[in-house]
């Protein structure tokens, strides 16, 4: 059929029109740490039927799960194990997929490089292959949890209004090597099979859903465990590096506009501030006002990286006016919000 004999004819809707309201089957990984918590909240408001793929035997994690979110349908299925994904894949018949499962640890994965290269980096192609060999290549959207690490901080490689989707990448530890793999995979498969795949860059994103391992939670917890005279002493590596931090709710909310937008991109979700670790750390204590925090402060030589990023700063621009992202919560409602939550936890125990 010409151009011209379609001219004037209302074209049909295809199976694949997207309706960014019509509730979808979601398929998501690590729904069990930080990110997952938050996305699978939204997603079960919105309506959405979430599947969660939760890897090993007797995971203490899936009951928590099915507690926190009842109406979860739990997949056991692991990124390093191509079979196991196939199979979630059929379960979910999903029309959206989050992968959001990794080892995302900087410092942890510096101690088990293979198994982070195994599960960051590979298990995304394992992902992408287990919707392009169900054939599913048109009809899922995938999300690929790319990081600011990727980027690396250095000197020569740092833009002074931020990073942004076409800065340079350099990462600097086996996690941000391993990303950056699977961010190069997901563009792969967008370009080669015409998936939609869409990345998110995503800079350090923090609240009180965030694990203890990760500096803010451990700092906001050591200082309201301090305050409540239940710890002496909080200790922490090297207070310098500077970091672009903002509130995970916002930024969740950032990668499910990503899927909804008309076409894939990569976008960079950021706050556009940087602050130093010991920033977070003075701000904390003086919430519960203590000023002279330096006396409850110790550097624990664990704690030192091989590597480290230096600075981390963010441009956001490209999601800010193509997806009308935005956030809702600043640096000091951060801190804020984590040091009064711990503060409510350590209180009630
Ligand atoms: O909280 P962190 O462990 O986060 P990091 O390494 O920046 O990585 C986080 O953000 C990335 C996005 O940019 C994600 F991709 C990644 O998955 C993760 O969510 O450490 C932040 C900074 C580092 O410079 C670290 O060396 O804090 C420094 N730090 C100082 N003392 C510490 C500690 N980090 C931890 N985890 N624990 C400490 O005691």
């Not at 499962?101 to 982070?116: C, D, E, Q, R, W």
């Not at 305050?227 to 499910?256: C, E, I, N, T």
């Not at 602050?275 to 003086?286: C, P, T």
Request: charged share 25%; proline share 5%.
């Amino acid at each position: 059929m010409s151009a011209g004999m379609l001219a004037g004819i209302e074209a049909a809707p295809t199976p694949n029109e997207w309706n960014p309201v019509a509730p979808k089957n979601v398929l998501v990984s690590g729904i069990t740490g930080q990110d997952g918590g938050h996305l699978a909240e939204q997603l079960i408001a919105q309506g959405d039927r979430v599947f969660g793929l939760v890897r090993g035997q007797h995971n203490p994690r899936k009951q928590l799960l099915e507690l926190e979110f009842p109406g979860i349908t739990v997949i056991e299925g692991d990124l390093t194990d191509p079979s196991s994904l196939i199979r979630a894949v059929e379960i979910a018949d999903p029309d959206e997929i989050y992968n959001l499962g990794a080892v995302s640890h900087v410092g942890y994965s510096f101690k088990n490089p293979t198994l982070t290269e195994e599960v960051s980096g590979k298990g995304v192609l394992n992902f992408l292959e287990a919707v392009r060999l169900t054939g599913r290549t048109d009809k899922t959207r995938f999300y690929q949890a790319s990081t600011s690490e990727m980027f690396g901080g250095l000197d020569y490689n740092r833009p002074g209004a931020g990073y942004d989707e076409e800065s340079l990448f350099h990462p600097r530890s086996p996690y941000g090597v391993a990303k950056l793999y699977g961010h190069w995979i997901a563009r792969n498969y967008r370009e080669s099979y015409g998936m939609f795949v869409s990345c998110g860059i995503l800079f350090n994103h923090e609240g009180e859903r965030r694990g203890l391992e990760f500096v803010t939670r451990k700092i906001t917890h050591g200082v309201a465990r301090i305050s409540l005279g239940l710890q002496d002493k909080l200790l922490l590596g090297d207070l310098w590096p500077k970091r672009d931090w903002g509130y995970a709710g916002d930024y969740v909310d950032g990668m499910w506009k990503m899927l909804q937008h008309h076409e894939p991109d990569d976008f960079v979700l950021a706050s556009g501030q940087t602050h130093s670790v010991e920033d977070f750390v003075r701000q904390a204590f003086a919430l519960v006002g203590i000023e002279n925090w330096r006396d409850f402060v110790e550097q624990d030589p664990a704690m030192i990286r091989p590597a480290e990023v230096d600075i981390l700063l963010g441009n956001p621009s490209k999601a800010e006016s193509t997806l009308q992202w935005e956030r809702k919560v600043n640096f000091e409602g951060l801190i804020k919000r984590m040091v009064d939550h711990d503060l409510a936890l350590e209180s009630s125990k």
